[in-house]
């Protein structure tokens, strides 16, 4: 049986905005992590699943939020489910959408925040740094900035990810001179860390014997309030990517997402291991 956002209630507490005998998408907290490599209370999210019903004590994780990121999680369930999404992952197949919360620059600067950012970035301990050479190519596309209401010193960014690497967007936007607020690893010195937001939003993906669909909890109330302007390009894209499901392309293709959950073919340029990092 398949069940639809708003039909599909919650597991873990966590809200499930698709189900199926193969997966689960659910929102993530900020603050929960999605796996542990030691778990003995069972806190992360990925544990707090297994343990809600015997038919989910299988379930794995073929991508990570951090931490500190909230947002959609996919979930498999099944053997057959984590084949089928590592594979997707690795063919660069699945497409996903941020919002994210920056100090804003000067308003000359602004506009050099949109548009495709190339980095190399390389893993030291706990942190990513950008470096000259030697590094893994890491792309980030910012689609359009707005001001936070009743914020003016700060931005909410639309942001797409062509690759998954550790930090990226962090490590991104700081390199940038624009890093999330709070973000107390690569951010400002004084910074609440409580005023850190970054949300995986949107998310096209395949799931086990169905074409692509399109995933936004458009009603989400642990969102914060956006400017009208953002919505506005937000839900272009999300229409934009609905009438590509409605093309019906094959599942595989191109795809994009929505405001409930829709249809069609899919993609997103991340390696399976990229995939799999947090964000």
């Known amino acids: 049986m398949i069940e639809r956002i708003g039909q599909s209630g919650k597991v873990a507490s966590l809200p499930v905005l698709f189900r199926s005998e193969h997966e689960l998408v659910v929102v993530k907290p900020a603050g929960v992590a999605s796996e542990l490599t030691s778990d003995p209370r069972g806190s992360s999210l990925v544990s707090r699943i297994q343990a809600h019903e015997a038919r989910f004590e ?15 999680i996919v979930i498999a369930l099944t053997d057959e489910a984590i084949a089928h999404h590592n594979e997707k992952i690795r063919l660069g197949l699945w497409k996903k959408l941020y ?21 190399y970035l390389r893993t030291r301990g706990r ?25 003016l010193d700060r931005l909410h960014l639309l942001i797409q990810l062509h690759t998954g690497r550790m930090h990226q967007i962090r490590v991104t936007l700081a390199h940038l001179g624009t890093p999330l607020v709070g973000d107390w690893l690569y951010g400002r010195d004084g910074d609440d860390e409580r005023d850190f937001y970054l949300e995986h939003t949107l998310l096209r993906f395949a799931p086990v014997d169905q074409d692509s669909m399109a995933i936004h909890w458009q009603e989400d109330p642990d969102r914060p309030d956006l400017a009208p302007e953002l919505w506005q390009r ?18 595989g293709e191109e795809c994009g997402d929505q405001g409930t959950t829709q249809r069609s073919g899919d993609r997103e340029t991340a390696g399976r291991e990229a995939g799999r990092r947090s964000t």
Request: with cysteine; charged share 30%; proline share 8%.
């Open 58 to 72: 299988n379930a794995r994780l073929p991508h990570r939020l951090d931490r500190v990121t909230r947002g959609l």
């Open 99 to 119: 919002l994210a919360c920056v100090h804003r620059p000067d308003s000359s600067r602004v506009d050099d925040l949109l548009g495709m950012h190339r980095l």
């Open 127 to 151: 942190q990513a740094h950008v470096v000259r050479s030697g590094g893994r190519p890491a792309w980030t596309e910012v689609l359009a900035a707005a001001p936070v209401p009743g914020r």
């Open 234 to 251: 937000l839900d272009g894209i999300r229409m934009e990517w609905t009438r590509e499901t409605m093309d019906g392309r094959p599942n």
